[in-house]
């Protein structure tokens, strides 16, 4: 896997981004459904970046101690399992990122995708600002497939 090592100064920039539409940060403690729900909804809308091992504001107001990683590789292993799981394949990259902060942060670059995916329980989520929203109104499932190509409109 890939490792990039930031100056702290770039890390702290990463842990001050405001979380958005193509943008969030999660701590490492994350589920892997968790972290499923945003890839998901990145792949279905526009993509972004996902960051694990940096906590979000409401986790942690100081900016200085949200940076706090993984200290083994080995740690990340389940939550890439759980995206590497997802049917169809979602597309995307993964590095690790260092820093003079605490331990490795992975990050997940999530490219839109030209097919629906869901997380492993069925449910569709769409990324809308900052939030991941789950996408029950079948109307609005057909809508988003017919907008990534899924179906052809015949008159």
Known sequence: MRTSHLK????????????GHFFDRKGKGISGKGLQKIIVAFANADGGDALIGIADDQREPDVSKRWN??????????I??????LQPTVPLRHE???SDY??????ISVDKSSQVHKISDGTIFVRYGA??????DHQKIIELTYAKGGFLFRR
């Open 102 to 107: 605490k331990g490795y942060v992975l990050r």
């Open 8 to 19: 702290r100064e770039e890390a702290l920039a990463l842990a001050q981004t405001p979380e």
């Open 80 to 85: 890439l399992q759980a995206v590497f799981s």
């Open 131 to 136: 939030q991941s929203l789950p996408l029950n």
């Open 69 to 78: 990683g993984f200290e083994y590789l080995d740690e990340a292993n389940g």
């Open 96 to 98: 690790l990122l260092t």
